[in-house]
């Protein structure tokens, strides 16, 4: 699904030419992977069990170099980049809450 979306991104865009195209489906799991000359790139490797990882790339209009990996498993989507925001700290005053209740529980 990845691919084919990368694909119309692309297509929808400009004309590019694709350097690798490799979609190999096998009783064990599965292997995808997209190579495109304007350095666009996505791969995907999955097993049976419905675990995936992968990696998808493009160089964006400012010329910055985006690169996601993530993981989908039983824990769900799991996306990894320098470029993903990240949630802020937890204030000092909330984490002195979280210690004291658990040093204190509750008798009920």
Not at 40 to 59: L, M, Q
Request: glycine share 6%; charged share 20%.
């Amino acid at each position: 699904m990845l691919v084919c979306s990368l694909v119309a991104l692309v297509a929808a865009n400009a004309v590019v030419e694709v350097k690798e195209l490799v979609n190999d489906v096998n009783p064990d799991g599965f292997q995808s992977r997209l190579v495109l000359d304007d350095g666009t790139a996505a791969s995907a490797n999955g097993d049976v069990h419905g675990n995936i990882d992968g990696v998808f790339e493009w160089i964006s209009p400012e010329g910055v170099h985006v690169r996601v990996s993530y993981k989908a498993d039983e824990n769900g989507y799991q996306p990894q980049s320098d470029l993903l925001p990240t949630p802020p700290p937890i204030p000092a005053a909330i984490l002195k809450a979280i210690a004291y209740i658990e040093a204190n529980p509750s008798k009920n």
